[in-house]
């Protein structure tokens, strides 16, 4: 009967991506949205009711390996309607009347919380872990990420170092204090299977949510009809980058992809595969030990994967909601460039992916 039911949840998932597929093949060209917002997220709700009943099977006579792979595909409806979600927004003209707070103000805030997050990262871990002077280092270069727009230009140099070291920071924490720990959970194949699909999946949604690709390209007066490749300069992440940019009518695609771009997504992509790797690594020994709940560690490395990348869709649910004008003051503080929001979303998601891993690597050693 368990193993009826996981079947019947994977043919909902299915019949969940089918559904949203049709969605966004059906924006193409100049037609305008037949489908309403809602209808991605009840993809997006369905998604989360398949991982959650996969995830309450397996801890019954459904074997965890199997139940896992009902998870992950309730994951990719789930991470399909938040696409949906972010794609067919009803949000097409902001106004200035609408910002929350005067435009003004972006530039103060942004600097007192990127300087204050550089100097509590300092405090803290000068006072908690000074015999890891890597993990204040790394809180301190978050902080500056969020502070740059203030106190550098789009063309100093000081901003691409700071995109580039973001990586290398990381990289640096978690070979230091993750090492071991990690690579025994990435020759578990379950484990590492659904790592690296979850990381995907974080990274196809990260790139939908800063519109570096879009199904639904906008329309209207001088907006090109016909396909294109080139290469212009964007001025995101920090500074400007030499970014490709293209637009497809007849499929419809469009989107932008610089290397600083790509440095972004691949920094999130690869922290929330490895999490997923370790979630699932734990899972499937709880199985083998006889334990039917998840530890204590599972759910601290589960938690921040649900925070990651969610800016986006906390405006688009408001929207769902409350409708877009009323939603629009929310709306705002993620579209607009100077807002130092979408910034405190990713360096808060790196800090918690990187600080839960370096944390199962300290308990694990």
């Not at 879009?214 to 090109?224: Q, R």
Request: net charge positive; aromatic share 8%.
């Amino acid at each position: 009967m368990r193993t009826a039911s996981i079947r019947r949840l994977l043919l909902s998932a299915l019949g969940g991506l089918t559904a949203l597929s049709g969605v966004a093949a059906a924006h193409g060209g100049g037609h305008p949205r037949p489908y309403p917002q809602w209808l991605a997220l009840a993809v997006l709700v369905a998604g989360v009711v398949v991982a959650a009943g996969s995830v309450f099977l397996g801890r019954g006579d459904v074997p965890r390996s199997s139940a896992l792979g009902g998870v992950f595909l309730g994951l990719v409806v789930a991470a399909g309607g938040a696409v949906g979600l972010v794609q067919l927004s009803p949000v097409e003209t902001l106004r200035a009347s609408q910002m929350p707070i005067a435009r003004a103000w972006y530039g103060p805030l942004t600097l007192a919380v990127g300087v204050g997050i550089a100097l509590v990262s300092l405090v803290a871990g000068r006072l908690k872990y000074p015999d890891r002077p890597r993990f204040a280092m790394l809180g301190a270069l978050l902080g500056m990420w969020v502070a740059y727009p203030v106190l550098g230009s789009r063309t100093n140099p000081v901003g691409y170092l700071l995109v580039v070291a973001l990586p290398l920071a990381v990289g640096y924490v978690l070979y230091r204090d993750a090492r071991e720990p990690l690579a025994r959970v990435l020759r578990d194949g379950a484990a590492r299977r659904f790592g690296v699909g979850t990381g995907v999946l974080a990274g196809l949604f990260f790139m939908f949510s800063m519109g570096m690709i879009t199904f639904v390209p906008e329309h209207g007066i001088n907006m090109p009809t016909h396909r294109f490749v080139t290469v212009a300069p964007v001025a995101n992440p920090l500074v400007y980058w030499s970014a490709v940019e293209f637009y497809f009518p007849s499929v419809p695609t469009s989107g932008v992809v610089s290397l600083g771009m790509a440095i972004q997504v691949g920094v999130v992509a690869v922290l929330v595969g490895l999490n997923g790797a370790v979630v699932a690594r734990q899972w499937l020994a709880d199985a083998s030990a006889g334990t039917t709940e998840a530890t204590t560690g599972t759910a601290a490395v589960a938690a921040p994967n649900a925070c990651c990348c969610c800016g986006p869709i906390v405006s688009e649910l408001a929207v769902v909601a409350v409708g877009p004008s009323a939603a629009a003051p929310l709306y705002w503080l993620f579209v607009d460039l100077a807002s130092p929001v979408g910034a405190l979303f990713f360096v808060g998601s790196v800090a918690l992916l990187a600080g839960n891993l370096a944390y199962f690597g300290v308990e694990s050693a």
